[in-house]
């Protein structure tokens, strides 16, 4: 089982580096006045990172709220 995770670790990471190496190309983000010019490899992991975390967020509130909702009823 370790050899296992060890080989798609390394698969995973071969196709990260594939990846960054394919998609150097700079981008230009834009967010009002703020602009940032990055490889398109490193802004697509920066969303993937950020839109994980928002979503965990979300997540995190609505299973609060479904708590918090699911309390009340029982009193």
């Known amino acids: 089982m370790r050899l296992l995770k060890t080989i798609l ?3 995973l990471i ?3 580096v594939v990846f960054t190496i394919q998609n150097m190309e700079i981008v ?3 967010f009002l006045n703020f602009h940032l010019e ?3 490899s490193f802004a697509s992991v920066a969303i993937y ?3 994980a975390i ?3 967020l979300v997540f995190s509130l609505l ?3 479904t708590l918090e909702d699911s309390d009340k009823k029982k009193s």
């Open 38 to 40: 990055i490889p398109l």
């Open 14 to 16: 071969g196709v990260a």
């Open 63 to 65: 299973k609060k709220l």
């Open 49 to 51: 990172i950020l839109g």
């Open 28 to 30: 230009r983000l834009s």
């Open 54 to 56: 928002s979503g965990g």
């Open 9 to 11: 670790l390394l698969l």
